[in-house]
C-alpha cells in the first residue's frame, strides 16, 4: 500500500482496485490472494460459564449460537473465499453482504437483513501513511460476528471484560457497543498523531521549511481525507444506532451508543479543525519561504549595489587620458593625495548608501 | 469531441450542441447525421428457452414482449430518427422521452410515465479525455429497452449471464438493476485511470515540472468535473430506486439496488478526494517550480556577489594614479609583493564571503 | 449599460438602478422613460379561426379574452406607465404584480394572484457582455399575457405552431409551458458562446497571455455570476410548475414543465462547471505569466553570471603593478603566450560554467 | 466608530461593545450615555382626523392607543434608560425586549409576545464606512411603536402618506410593512454605492495599483460583511411575516411582505455578487502589481546583460599585456583599425542580442 | 497547554489527550492527577432564608436537596476521581454522565437522563492563546448542580442575585438559565479582546509587516477555531432549550432561553465575520511583503542600471590601444577636452537614464 517515494516520502494509492469485474452477478465472492488465511475463534459464553476456542470447520458454528446464551465469532484474515462462504452458509448471511465482507473498501455503512443487522466501520491503524482497516460485523439476537481483514486488533479490553465482568455483555447489542465503543475511541491515539504531526509540521514550516516540507503537507491533506472518509459516515451510523428503533438494541444500549455518537462528532470536529490548520500550513510555508528568499535576495543585491559605484570610480581613474595634452584630463592622476582622495570618494559613497539603505530599513541597524 | 491543443494537450469541448431547436414542438425529434445508425438486437427468454437475434423492422417489436415471458431490446446507435420513432411508436413510448433518448446530452434521471420507468445514466468510456455515454433505458412490467450512442458497452457479463444462468433475470427490475449495476461498476476501473493518473501528476510536478504540467493538472479536473456531473445525479437515481416504493422493483430488487446506491456514493466519495489531490498538485505545482527558480536565482546570485568585489579590486589597481607624483599614490604597485597581496586580499575576500554565505545557509556546506 | 473601458474591455454595471423611490406607496409606476413606447399584439385563436393584430387601446383588450377561447397579448416596451397602468386596469391585473412588471430587475419568480399566475423569467440575449431581458407573464384561464422590455425575442417558433397547428396551444398553461421553454431553451446558444469563449480564453491564457488575459477572465466571471443569477431561480419555478398541485397547470402540461426543469437544472450544471473552469483560468494564466518572467531572468542572469568572472579576469591584467620591480608582480604580462594564455583562461571558465549549468538543467542541452 | 488610519483610509471597529454586563438580571436597562436623548413624537390618526405632536411625559402615551384608531409611536434616541423605561411601562412592553432596544447591537429578528410583535431590523446608513442604525418596532392590534437610535430615518414618505392618504395605513399590520419596506429599499442606494466603490476600485486596480488599493478591497469586503449581517437574517423575518398565520397580520398585508421578501431575497443575491467580485479584485490586483513589477525587472535586467559583455571587452583590451614581449599579446592595440575594430564588436555584440531578445518577445518591436 | 515558541508565539496544541483508555467499560471514571481537588460548595435558599457553605463529605449532598425549596452544588476541581465518583452516587447522577465530567475535552451537548438534565457547555478564558473550561451542570426539579475544571468562575454576579433578590431563581430552570446566560454573556469581552488583536494585527499586517505576523495570523486562526468549536454548538443546545417541550423548563424561562440563543447567533456571526478578516489578513500581508521586497529590488536595480554604463564607458577609455599607431584609435584620449568630454558623456547617460525611470513611472518625481 505504501511505496517509497524518492523525496522521502511514502507515496499513497488512492483507490483499492475492486476485487469483484464490473457486471459479475451479484454476491460473487472472490478473495484476495495475498490476503491472509481466515482465522475463526469463539467466545461463547453465558452468565456463569466461558468457552473461548479456534474453530476450523465453518459448519460447527451454528452449534455454538445454538447451545450458549451469548457467542462472538471473530474471524481474522479474508483470504479464502471458501471459507469466508462456508461461514455465511452456516449462519445464514445475506450473500451481497458477504460480498462486501471480502470487498475490504467498504464505506462505513448499517443494513438490516431480515433478523441480523449487518455493520462496517473502519478500525484505524497507527502507522503512518494512516490506513484503515476494515471491520465487518453482523448483529443477532444472540451472537456477533466480526471479520477483521487480518489479526491485531483494539478489542482486547472487551476480551478482558468478557473473561472477568460479563454480566452486561451477554446482551448481543452490549456487545457491539462495546467493540464499536473500541473502535471509535481508538482513533483519538491516532488523532494525537496527527496533532503532533501538525505541531512538528508547523515547527519545521517556520524553522527550517524545506522542497519536502510542502510534500509532508500534502500527505497530511491525503491522511486527513482518508481519515475523514472512514469516520464521518460512522457519525451516521452511530447516529442511526442512538436514535432509531432498532429492535436489536435496547434503550439502555441505545444511551451508550449515544456517547459513542458525541465521540465521532468531537473526532469529526478535531479532523476538520486539524484540515483548516493543515491547509494554512501551505500559507505559512509559502510566506517563510519566499520570506527567506527575500532576505538573501536583499543582501546580495545590497552587496553588488554598494560595489557597483565603487567600480565604476575605479574604472573612471584607469582611463587613459592623456595628462600630458592637458591639464583637464583627469588632473586627479598627478595629485599628490590623488589615491588617498580617490579612496575616500569611494569610503563616502559606500557610507552615504548604507545611512541611505538602513533608514530605510532595509540592512539592519 | 478531442482536437489537439497545440501544448501535446488534447482540448475538451464544455458542451455539446442541443440538437432540438429552441422553441420547437416539445417531442421532435432530430438525430445526430454524424452518429451511427441505429442496429436493433433483441434478448428474448423464459425459463426454458431464449431467443438471440437483430432485428431490422422496428413494428415487429412489440411481438416479442407479447410472446415471451422476458425481453430485452437494445439498440446501438442513434444515426436516424425515423428508425427511432418507428421503435418508440412501436413499443408505445413517450415522445418526450424519445427527445431526451435522441439528445445525448441528458442528465442522468429516472422518469415516471405511465406504467413504464424512463431511466437515463451516463456510462464511462475509458479514453483520455474522459467521456461518457448516454444509456437511456425504458423498464417495463416484462420488458427493458436500453438505447446507447454506439456499439460496444459493459454489458457482456450481463448477457453471458442471461444466456447461461437466467433465473433471477427473470424479472425486468432485476434485469434493470444488472445493467446499472454493472455501468455503475465500471466506473471503478476509469478511478483507477484517475488514480494513476493522479500519481503520475504528483511525481511530475515534484520531480520535473514542465510548462505543460498545470495544464495537464487543468485536464484531470475538467474530467473529473465531467465525471461528477455524471455520478452525482446517479446517486439520487439509485436512491430512489432503492427506497421508494416504485410497483416495477420488487422488494428484493429494491435490496440489490441499495448496495449499487452504496457503490454509487462510494464513488463520489473518491471523485471529491480526487478533486482535493488536484486541487493541492497546483500549491504543490507552484510550490517547486517557485522553489526550483529561486535556487538557480540564488546560485547566480551568490556568484556575481563573489566577483563583484574582486572586480573591484582589480579595478583599484587598474587606477592610471602617478605613483611618481608622490609615494601615497597607489604604493602597493611599486611593491615587491604587490601583485600577491593583492591576490591575497582578493582570496581573503572570498574566503571571508564564502564563510559568511555558508554560515547564513545560503550555499550548501 | 456597457461603457468601453480603457483597456479594450467593455464596463459591466452592477445594479440597476430602481425606478420607485423608497418609501413610495406599492404599486406606484414609474416607467422608465429611455425605454421604448409599449406596442401591443394579441393572437386570439380557437380550434378554427386565429385573429392576429396590434392594439392601440388597452380597454379593448378584455373584448379578445371574453370572446375567443383563448388569447395571447403580447406587450413590447414599457416606456409609458400610463398604457401599461391602462392594460393592468382592462385586464384586472394586480397593482404589485404591475410594479414588477415595469421595474425589470426583478428576480424569476412564481406568484399566484387569485384566479392567475404571476410569472417573471429573465430571457438571455447573446451579446457581450452578457444581458438578460425580464420577460413578465399573467397566465390565466384562457389567457396569457406577457410584458417584454422591448420588441425581439425566442418566440418566434411558438407563433409559428400556433398559426400553423395550434391544437395542443388551446390550453393556456400549454401556451405559458411552450414560451417559458423556448425561452429556457434560449440560453443553450448562450452556453455555446461561453463555451467558446472560455476555450478561446484558455488558448490565449496559455499560449499568449497578455496584461488584459485576466481582465478578460474577470470579464467571463461577471457574466456567469449575471447568468447565475437568473437560471437558479427559474429552477425552483420551474420545479413548483412541474409538482405542485397549481390548477391552471394540468397533469400533461405538468410533465413537459418537468422536461424544462430538467434543461434548466442541465443548465446551471453547466454554469457551474464554467465557473470553476474559469477560477482555475486564473491559475493558468499566474503560472504561464511567472513562468516566462521565470525564463527571461533566467536567461538574463545566466549572461551576466558568465560575463562576470571574464570581466574580472581582465580587470586582473589590467592592474599597474610594476612589473619591473619584481618578477612576482603580474609577471604573465610578460609571457610570450600572455594573452592567449588569459584567453584560454577565460574560455575555460566559461566551458566549465555552461557544463555546470546545463548540468543542472538550467539552460537547454 | 471611524478613526483615522495612517494609510488614509477609516478604521473599522469590529464589535460594538455590550452595555449590560454579563451577568446581570435580565431586562437590565443600562443606556449608552453618549447617545442621544430620547424624543418622542406620536402621529394618532382614524380615517378623519389626524393627530401629530410630540409627546414629553411617556405616561400619556397609552391614551393615545386608547383613543384613537390607529397610533404611530416613534422615539428617536435612546440616550436615557429611565425614559426608554418609562414608555416600556407605560405601553406594556417585555422587559427582554426593552433591553434589546437599547442594546443597539440586535440581529434582526422577529418575536412574539403575547399581543404584540417585537420586530428588529437594522437600517443603512449611506456614509463610508458602512454602518447601519438599530430600529426597534412594536406591532399591537392598533399602534406601532418604534425606536430609532438617533433621529433622521427613511420614513418621511411614509409620513406624507399618512398625512394625505391614510386609507390603506389605519391598518397596524400595513403601516409596519409600509415602515420596513421603506426601510428595505433604503439598501438600494446603498447597493448603488457599492456598484459605484466596486467600478471605481476595479479601474484603480487596473490602472494604477497603489500600496492603498488592497486595503481599500478589504474594506469594501469589511463593509460587505457588515451589510450582508443585517440583510440575512431580514429576509428570514421578511418570509416569516410574508408565510406564517401571524393574527396581526392580514392576509392582504401578508401578500406586500412577500413582495419586500423579494427586495430582500435581489439585496441578499446583490450583495453575494458584491463580494464574489470583491474577492476576484485582489487577484487583479496582484496580477497588476506583480505585471508590472515584472516589467521594470525585465528592461532593467535587459539593459544590465546588455552592458555586461560590452564591459568585458573594454576590459580585453584594457589588460597591460605586453605587446612588445610577442606578437601575440593583444595584437589588436597595436592595429591601424583597432579601435574601430573594438567598436564594431561590441556593436555586433549588441545588435545580436537585441535581436535574440526580441525574437523572444522579451523587448518590445 | 501553551509552550513558548522560539518565534515569540506560545505553541498551541491541538487536542487534549483523553484519559480513559479506549475500551475501558463505559463510565470508568480516571480523574487528572495534575488537576485541582474538589472542593464543594452549597447556596441552598427558599424564599426566605439562605444557607451558604461548603461541604467536604459528599454523602450529606441529598440532605441539602431534600430540605431546602432550591439548592445550588458547586464543584471547583475535578482532580479525584473518588470524589466525583461519591457526588454522582449521592445526588443518583448517571456514571455515563459522570465519565463526560471527567473527560473535560466535551463538545457542548444537552442530555435527556430520566429526571435530570445534563448539560455541557464551554466558558471561555480572557487569556491569550484562547482557552476554554468545561461546565458541567445537571439540572433537577429542585437542584442544579454545577461542575468547573478549577476555581473563577463568571458567576458572581448570579451568586450576588441569589443573595439579595432570588424569587426568580426559586426555579431551578431559570437559575440554570441565569448561569448559562452569564456564561454565554462572558463571550462578549473575549471577542471584543478578538476584536482588538485583530485591528493590532492588521496595522502590523500593514505598517511594519514582520517574519512573525503571519504566524499571529495564524494563532488567531487557531483561537477563532477553538472558539467556534465551543460556541457553535452551545447554539444548538439553546435552540433546545428555547424550542423543545422539555418539562424541567417553564413556558416563561424558554423565552428568557430564546433571548439567550439569539446571543449565541450573535456571538457566532462575529466569529465568522471574524474569520472571514483574518483570512483576509493573509492577502493584505502577503501583498505589503511584495510591495516592500518590490520597492528594495526596483530601487536597487534602478542604481546598477544606471552605473553599468558608466562603467563601460570608463572601461572604454581605459583600453589601450596605441594611440601612436593611428588617429583611429581612442583619439579622445589625446583631445584637450577628452576628460571633460567623457564625464559630460556620463552625465547626459544618467540624465536620459533618469528622465526614461521617470517618464515610466519607476522612481519617484
Same mark, same amino acid.
Given at each position: 500500500?505504501?511505496?517509497? #517515494? ?7 494509492? #488512492? ?32 452468565? &456463569?460459564?466461558?468457552? /473461548? ?26 483470504? @479464502? ?6 461461514? %455465511?452458509?452456516?449462519? %445464514? ?18 443494513? +438490516? ?14 502507522? &503512518?501513511?494512516?490506513?484503515?482497516? /476494515?471491520?465487518?460485523?453482523?448483529? %443477532? ?14 478489542? &482486547?479490553? *472487551? ?11 451477554? +446482551? ?34 517556520? /524553522? ?56 465521532? *462528532? ?16 501551505? &500559507? ?10 527575500? +532576505?538573501?535576495?536583499? *543582501?546580495?543585491? *545590497? ?18 587620458? @592623456? ?10 592622476? @598627478? ?25 530605510? %530599513?532595509?540592512?539592519?541597524?
Amino acid at each position: 500500500m505504501a511505496k517509497k #517515494h524518492k523525496h522521502g516520502r511514502k507515496r499513497r494509492t #488512492h483507490v483499492k482496485p475492486r476485487r469483484t469485474a464490473p457486471g459479475a452477478a451479484p454476491g460473487t465472492l472472490v478473495a484476495d490472494p495475498a490476503a491472509p488465511a481466515p482465522v475463526i475463534s469463539v467466545m461463547a459464553y453465558g452468565p &456463569e460459564r466461558l468457552l /473461548q476456542e479456534d474453530v476450523a470447520d465453518p459448519s460447527r458454528l451454528r452449534d455454538y449460537i445454538q447451545r450458549w446464551p451469548m457467542t462472538w465469532i471473530n474471524v481474522d484474515g479474508l483470504g @479464502n473465499a471458501a471459507t469466508i462462504e462456508a461461514i %455465511g452458509k452456516a449462519l %445464514g448471511l445475506h450473500h451481497l453482504a458477504l460480498e462486501d465482507v471480502v470487498n475490504t473498501h467498504q464505506r462505513p455503512k448499517l443494513e +438490516e437483513y431480515g433478523d441480523h443487522l449487518f455493520i462496517v466501520v473502519r478500525m484505524p491503524h497507527p502507522e &503512518e501513511p494512516f490506513q484503515t482497516e /476494515q471491520l465487518s460485523m453482523f448483529l %443477532g439476537a444472540d451472537y456477533v460476528i466480526t471479520f477483521q481483514e487480518r489479526a491485531g486488533d483494539c478489542f &482486547e479490553p *472487551v476480551r478482558k471484560r468478557i473473561r472477568e465482568r460479563r454480566n452486561r455483555l451477554l +446482551e448481543a447489542g452490549y456487545l457491539a457497543y462495546s467493540l464499536i465503543d473500541a473502535l471509535i475511541d481508538s482513533y483519538f491515539p491516532v488523532l494525537d498523531t496527527f496533532s503532533d504531526r501538525l505541531e512538528r509540521l508547523e515547527e519545521e514550516v517556520v /524553522q527550517r521549511p524545506t522542497a519536502a516540507s510542502l510534500g509532508h503537507v500534502h500527505d497530511v491533506r491525503h491522511d486527513l481525507l482518508t481519515l475523514r472518509r472512514s469516520i464521518w459516515p460512522s457519525r451516521d451510523i452511530l447516529n442511526s444506532l442512538a436514535r432509531d428503533p432498532i429492535p436489536l438494541i435496547s434503550d439502555t444500549t441505545r444511551t451508550y451508543f449515544r456517547d459513542c455518537y458525541d465521540h465521532a *462528532v468531537r473526532i469529526i470536529d478535531l479532523v476538520e479543525t486539524f484540515r483548516e490548520l493543515n491547509s494554512s500550513l501551505i &500559507e505559512l510555508y509559502q510566506s517563510t519561504v519566499s520570506q527567506r528568499m527575500n +532576505e538573501i535576495m536583499k *543582501v546580495l543585491t *545590497v552587496i553588488a549595489t554598494i560595489f557597483i559605484p565603487l567600480t565604476f570610480v575605479a574604472g573612471l581613474y584607469g582611463m587613459n587620458f @592623456n595628462t600630458q595634452v592637458s591639464p583637464l584630463n583627469l588632473p586627479e592622476l @598627478n595629485w599628490y593625495y590623488g589615491y588617498p582622495f580617490a579612496l575616500s570618494v569611494m569610503l563616502l559613497v559606500v557610507a552615504a548608501m548604507i545611512v541611505y539603505f538602513r533608514r530605510r %530599513g532595509w540592512i539592519g541597524a
